[in-house]
């Protein structure tokens, strides 16, 4: 088998990665059969997960609201927080805007959000 083609396959693989992964320790020779196929099944199943499940790069909307929720904040304090109006705030939450160079570095810096997700790069 080069590659999972189903779900069904995808299922009985991870199953065999969970019975064959207590037999392999880290002293175990890369030559025992279970670490071997241990390697195999493991590639094969990360790549049709990644294939089919894969999550995505988070947005800014989705990172100020997470910083929102972690810092305990309402968007008035966060617009204290970064120096912008509630509005611009509220504007970024929609989608509706996109910050500009000084005010992505401003929230990349105080909410330590990458640059590249701030940007949207």
């Not at 065999?16 to 196929?37: A, C, F, H, Q």
């Not at 989705?62 to 120096?83: F, I, N």
């Not at 989608?95 to 590249?116: C, F, V, Y």
């Amino acid at each position: 088998m080069t590659k999972i083609e189903n779900e069904q396959q995808y299922r009985w693989a991870l199953s065999r990665v969970e019975e064959i992964l207590p037999m392999v320790k880290d002293d175990t020779p890369l030559t025992d059969p279970y670490s071997i196929e241990l390697e195999l099944l493991s590639g094969l199943v990360a790549d049709y997960s990644d294939e089919h499940y894969s999550i995505g790069e988070p947005t800014l909307v989705d990172m100020l609201k997470l910083r929102m929720y972690e810092m305990g904040l309402t968007q008035v304090a966060l617009s204290k927080l970064l120096g912008i109006t509630p509005s611009r705030i509220c504007e970024y939450l929609s989608g509706k805007k996109e910050p500009t160079l000084r005010q992505a570095r401003i929230i990349s810096t105080k909410l330590n959000i990458d640059p590249s997700i701030v940007l949207g790069v």
